[in-house]
Every structure is written in C-alpha cells, then in structure tokens.
C-alpha cells in the first residue's frame, strides 16, 4: 500500500462546477500537509498548505482529518485554468524535509 | 530572483556512462531535495540535504549521489546510467523543513 494514496481520476467538470478531492495516509506520524498543481509536463507548485483548522485561499479550501487520516481540497466556481494535476503530499514527523508525494488527481475542467 | 535552476533541461546518454545533473537555487534554502518522477509513480525523493555538509538518501537513492558543499547548490551525480534511470528530475528547496518546496523546472533524462 502506497503511503499517500489518492484517485488518480480524471475528473472531468464543466466550468463553474464544485469539485473535491480526497487523499489518504498511512502514517499516522505525518506531521505536515500540502497541496501542490502540476501542470502538463511542468514542475509541481505549492498551491496551499493544509492546517488542522482548515484553511481558505479564495476557490480553494483545504480540509485534515487527523483521526481518519485523509486530506481533501475543495474547488468552487471551476476554471478552465484550473485544468492540473494536484498533488497531495505529506512530510512525516523529524522535520527533515523528507515529503512523500501521492500520484496525484487530475482535473480538467471544460467549457 | 531565478529560484530553482536546473541545468541540463534535456539529455539522452548511453548506458554506462556517468554526468552530473546541476541545481543551484538563489534563496538562501537551507532545504534542497532530488525527485524523480516516472508515469504513475508519482514523485520519489532521491536524495535530501538539511544545509551545506549534510545530506541524506530518500526513498530511491541507488545510482545516485550527492554533495552539498554550498548553500546554493546541490547536484546529483549518476554513477552508471542505466534505462531504469530515464524519468524526469526535480530539485527543490524550502527555507524550513515544514514550509512549501520551491521547484526546479525539471531535467528530462533518457538512458539509451
């Protein structure tokens, strides 16, 4: 079983709709959270870190569930542009830097 | 500021033969990691550094080394290339272990 594991999809959504994602983990002394967009054949970019709390970048909101051990990432008012692979991605406990990546989601969104 | 720099972006070499990808990064990052990414495996840590003089391997660290003798700049050495060894590399680096990797743009490797 992978360490990260997350539906590789597509997903295909026309634009303006709702789409979510959801990644599990298996170690449960992960420490830290990420949500990261790759684009076609482009390095991967932070998009967002994921708090306890939840957190909220305008579309975008991120959700932990520590007790069941899933990530998940809320996309509202789809774009085109938001047609990417998203990475969700977990540092365990050490804080060595070490982050273990999942295959990654990927959304295309169409007019 | 470049960020992360990468260099070669492409490169094709024979099986056997050794080169040295580079990453150089203008941040002042104590963190800088080599990834490699094959078609659904996601991405896989190669190997880490936590500041100049230190380094440590990750998941798939065979055929590979590094050193860190600056800040600035990381670069991984394959000793023997091998075709197993044709993916894409990534170098990153973050100011604070938790805190989001900044990405180099990729080096694309084919071992014939």
């Known amino acids: 079983r992978k360490e990260v594991e997350q539906d590789p999809g597509p997903f295909n959504v026309p634009e303006g709709a709702t789409v979510a994602f959801n990644c599990t983990y298996s170690n449960s002394a992960s420490q830290s959270f990420f949500w990261y967009r790759q684009d076609c054949r482009k390095e991967p970019k932070l998009l967002m870190s994921v708090y306890s709390s939840g957190n909220e970048d305008g579309r975008f909101t991120a959700q932990l569930n520590r007790a069941s051990q899933y990530i998940s990432l809320l996309i509202r008012d789809s774009k085109l542009s938001d047609s990417a692979t998203y990475l969700c991605?977990?540092?365990?406990?050490?804080?060595?830097?070490?982050?273990?990546f999942g295959q990654g989601t990927t959304l295309q969104v169409k007019p | 500021n470049a960020g992360v720099t990468q260099t070669p972006k492409f490169q094709v070499l024979k099986t056997g033969q050794s080169m040295t990808l580079q990453c150089a990064q203008d941040m002042n990052h104590e963190y800088m990691s080599w990834y490699r990414q094959d078609p659904g495996m996601g991405l896989r840590l190669i190997h880490y550094s936590v500041g100049a003089g230190i380094t440590d391997q990750g998941e798939v660290p065979n055929g590979y080394n590094v050193s860190r003798s600056t800040t600035e700049d990381f670069p991984l050495r394959l000793l023997s290339a091998a075709p197993s060894q044709t993916s894409v590399y990534f170098c990153?680096?973050?100011?604070?272990?938790?805190?989001?990797?900044?990405f180099g743009s990729g080096t694309r490797l084919t071992v014939v």
């Open positions: 991605v977990v540092m365990r406990v050490g804080n060595t830097g070490k982050l273990i």
């Open positions: 990153a680096s973050s100011y604070a272990a938790g805190g989001g990797y900044t």
